[in-house]
């Protein structure tokens, strides 16, 4: 295929993508069951479709300098909240995102090196980087970045 | 006059005077007779002893009359009106004496009482004008309290119409306080209304904000479908791009609403501020008037008892300028008196150290 289809989703102030093919649906404020003894980036669990599934923090993961921003968008968005279902092998996840935005074909020749900062353990997850314009969007190597998180 | 023991009086000076002419002129006759025995000599004896007993009694008569003429003098000079002191040297122990010296005594005594009534007119005169003039004083003061009071009483009058026209004033004010008062709370009941109004519009955008949302998810994930269906699914992720649209345009529309209602409820909020401070002024304005009205019922209740209190004032006043009128008349008939008085006992003399005035 000479183009990919990126689900776009933004964490604080920065811009992520992923790969479409990776998405099952993504949903919105769910019931959510901490679980004690799990990690930091671990929120808890939430039923969907009969199923637990695991919800994922990636900012706390990636350990990205969203912070008191992150607080600000989300108040700002409070009755959005967005989880991306993802499934990768056959584990299903849900990753906890700031705004979903649109699905964006990109042609593969214009999918470029990381250019912005990376800093703690993004540049390990960043497959590669794309300009669209308005955003700059760094997609994600998903089935790397859970087999790292997996508990 | 008691006439104890012998007492010398005229008549008997008379008697004995002729006596002694008569028997003088019966010895003489009687010698001529005997020792000139010549009839003719004897008549011209006779004769001469008639003449010498005729100038006799002319004499003794001057003596007599003399003397009631000095005495005569002295009386005329008193009913003249001069008092000055006189002594009759009149030895004699007679009648005529006694007259003479009642005659000084009365002198003496007019004497000493008109000196008396001169001191007294003397020191009458300045204090009557001293009384008239006092009198005259107090019956201006008296006129002019009179026309204070007057004054006062007008100040009064003026007093009571003004604040009548302010307990006026103050019950117009009262009613369009009340007015107010009223009108304030109809405009809170419509705010109320309004409010409630408001919240059931925010309630609404509520459960449509949440349709948004749903739909937004729901195209979401319709174009995710579509997208991993490939060439088929095309359309359909046009459609469900198309419905993501709307959506978003569902959310703008409910964020600009919820903007106005937010705007809405502001300016309401400032109304319910401005109507409680009306209310809360229209409270004071009332109180206020209340106040005024009590106040102006007190000051024209005061007003009365003071013009009240004015009147009896001028009454006494009245009284008392009457009263100073008839003083200074009286005062001023003694002053005629005093004046006339001096008048008359200045034609009195008394002698040189207690000569009256002569009246102005």
Known sequence: MDELSILCFSLGERWFGLDVHLVEEVVGE???????????HVLGLFPLHGR?????????????PVGDTRGLAQA??????????????????GILVDEVREIVEVPRDRLGKLRLSAEGKLVEFALAEVDLGQLVVTVLDLPRLLDAARV | MKQTGWKPSITAKLVLFNATLLLCMAFLLFLMIYWLQSPSGAALACCLLLLLGLACSYWFGAILSG????????TQRIADGDLKQEKLALRAADEITEMARAVEKMLDNLRSLVG??????????????????????????ATEQASSVDETTRTMATLL????????SAQVVLANAEKTLLSNQLVAERIENLNAQSQRITEILEVIKDIANKSDLLA???????????????????VAAEMRRVAEDVMGSVKDIKDLVSVIRQSSHAAVLATEDGTKLSRQTTDSARQISLITQQQQTG??????????????????????????????????????????????????????????
């Open chain 1, 30 to 40: 769910q019931t959510l069951t901490p679980v004690p003894g799990t990690p930091r």
């Open chain 1, 52 to 64: 637990a599934i695991p919800l994922f923090d990636p900012a706390c993961f990636l350990e990205l």
């Open chain 1, 76 to 93: 700002k968005r409070q009755d959005s909240v967005r989880v991306i279902v993802v499934s990768s092998g056959e584990m299903t996840v």
């Open chain 2, 67 to 74: 003397r009631l003429r000095r005495i005569n003098a002295l």
């Open chain 2, 116 to 141: 008396q009534i001169v001191e007294t007119a003397l020191s009458i005169n300045p204090a009557s004008s001293e009384i008239f003039a006092s009198a005259k004083r107090q019956e201006h003061n």
């Open chain 2, 161 to 168: 119409a003004s604040s009548k026209q302010i307990a006026e």
């Open chain 2, 220 to 238: 979401l994930n319709a174009s995710l479908e579509g997208t991993k269906a490939g060439e088929a699914g095309r359309g359909f992720s046009l």
């Open chain 2, 303 to 360: 007003t009365e008892q003071i013009t009240q209190s004015m009147d009896d004032l001028s009454e006494l006043l009245a009284q008392s300028v009457g009263a100073s009128k008839e003083a200074t008349t009286a005062a001023q008939e003694l002053m005629q008196l005093s004046e006339r008085l001096r008048f008359l006992v200045f034609n009195f003399k008394l002698g040189e150290d207690r000569k009256a005035e002569k009246p102005a």
